[in-house]
């Protein structure tokens, strides 16, 4: 069984970036397309960046220029590089294949951003 474990959160200026890491514990196929969300006070959790299995990257409008979605089959980890940080990125984040979700999801990773 596959269990999520996202890190890297935290808090920073406008501007700022952070790198945020997922591992799966238990593995997971380099064809199962993954995905981080977030999910802010109030507010649905939607989906920010997946990386499909023939490597194509997909983004939501907000955050695109910003954000990179990496992974790393090898280690089963999957990265998302969060540059020029808005206070609206505030959020809780999480990873999980994408779209479909197919695994249990993990405690998130806080990312707050001050202006």
């Known amino acids: 069984q596959v269990q999520l474990m996202e890190s890297g959160g935290g808090s920073v200026h406008a501007g700022g970036s952070l790198r945020l890491t997922c591992a799966a514990r238990?593995?997971?196929?380099?064809?199962?397309?993954m995905g981080w969300y977030r999910q802010a006070p109030g507010k649905q959790r939607e989906l920010v960046a997946s990386?499909?299995?023939?490597?194509?990257?997909k983004y939501l409008d907000s955050v695109r220029g910003r954000f990179s979605i990496f992974r790393d089959n090898a280690e089963y980890t999957v990265l998302l590089q969060m540059d020029s940080l808005k206070p609206e990125d505030t959020a809780v984040y999480y990873c999980?294949?994408?779209?479909?979700?197919?695994?249990?999801w993990g405690q998130g990773t806080q990312v707050t951003v001050s202006s």
């Open positions: 999980n294949s994408a779209p479909q979700i197919l695994f249990s």
């Open positions: 238990g593995g997971i196929r380099s064809f199962v397309p």
């Open positions: 990386s499909m299995a023939d490597g194509t990257t």
